[in-house]
């Protein structure tokens, strides 16, 4: 059975908003879905988390909980394990070229990145959802990204963090890993260069 699309300038003027509304609705809630629910656990439990006032929720020291493993190639097919970062505070930020937030926040990590990289602070890109490294090389270049990206098409990097830990459900979302490589920090959603400056400096003051 085939059915024929009926064109919206055949619509009642007074139905075609309504439509255009909903479709918007549609398409909003599809990028959803594909592109930040797979792995939402409804919100976080990581006991001692603190719901920060500045776009970010940080961990006190004490109850801080290691990082999962996060490893596989970059967008450029070179092998990258944030384990060998160990000492360093790891900024994970998980991207796709498609998406508006991710757009936008770019230029300030690429900011913030080159500023603390002589504070012993690592940024690692998660690229996530894109079909091909081509379209993630683009990006990184149209940025210019001082740092490499994870190639995760499919979001299995970001399952490995576990429900009810301060784990990434929607894009773009920010992780931050101590020293010890234990998760420190998490924002869900763009952040602004002061944002982000002070979701690290506390982090990069810690033996």
């Known amino acids: 059975m085939s059915f024929r699309r009926r064109p919206l300038a055949h619509l009642p003027a007074r139905g075609r908003p309504a439509l255009r509304a909903a479709c918007a609705a549609a398409l909003m809630l599809s990028g959803c879905l594909s592109g930040c629910g797979d792995n939402d656990s409804g919100g976080s439990s990581q006991a001692g988390f603190v719901k920060g006032d500045d776009g970010f929720d940080t961990v006190p020291v ?40 991710c757009i936008a926040e770019a230029p300030g990590f ?81 952040l602004g260069e002061q944002q982000l400056r002070k979701m690290i400096q506390p982090l990069t003051a810690e033996d």
């Open 110 to 190: 690429a900011e913030v990145a080159e500023e603390n990289r002589s504070k012993g602070v690592q940024f690692v890109g998660i690229n996530t959802r894109d079909s091909s490294t081509a379209q993630a090389i683009s990006f990184e270049e149209r940025h210019e990204l001082p740092y490499p990206s994870l190639f995760d098409p499919s979001g299995k990097l970001m399952l490995r963090f576990p429900k009810g830990s301060l784990n990434p459900q929607f894009l773009p979302s920010t992780i931050v890993v101590d020293r010890h490589g234990r998760t420190a920090a998490r924002a869900i959603g763009p």
């Open 62 to 101: 004490a109850a801080r909980k290691p990082a999962p493993a996060i490893d596989g190639r970059t967008t450029h097919g070179d092998p990258l394990n944030i384990a060998d970062y160990k000492g360093k505070v790891v900024v994970l930020n998980i991207w796709g070229s498609w998406c508006g937030p």
